[in-house]
């Protein structure tokens, strides 16, 4: 029973590690795609101002964030459902 228990450890440590090195790429790749693609849209509407690509930021800040509260309401209810079963 122990050994299970101690995989069933290992495999959540080894799911976060996952989510949280999927996150930070994601961080990185949102934020140059916001960028490259908010300066694309204000080329090519010729708004004159960095207005697209303002928007594409903070539509990029706002992904990133809801997918952190999103990782820590998994945390959270995975420690929930552990102290159940104790």
Do not use: P
């Not at 799911?15 to 140059?32: E, W």
């Not at 690509?53 to 552990?82: E, H, N, P, Q, W």
């Amino acid at each position: 029973m122990d050994k299970r228990k101690e995989a069933r450890e290992r495999v959540k440590m080894l799911n976060a590690l996952a989510t949280v090195s999927s996150l930070a790429i994601m961080i990185v790749c949102d934020f140059l795609l916001a960028y490259w693609g908010g300066d694309w849209l204000d080329n090519y509407f010729q708004t004159g101002d960095h207005s697209f690509r303002v928007g594409c930021i903070c539509l990029a800040i706002v992904t990133v964030f809801l997918t952190f509260f999103k990782l820590i309401y998994s945390v959270m209810l995975d420690k929930d459902d552990d102290e159940k079963k104790s």
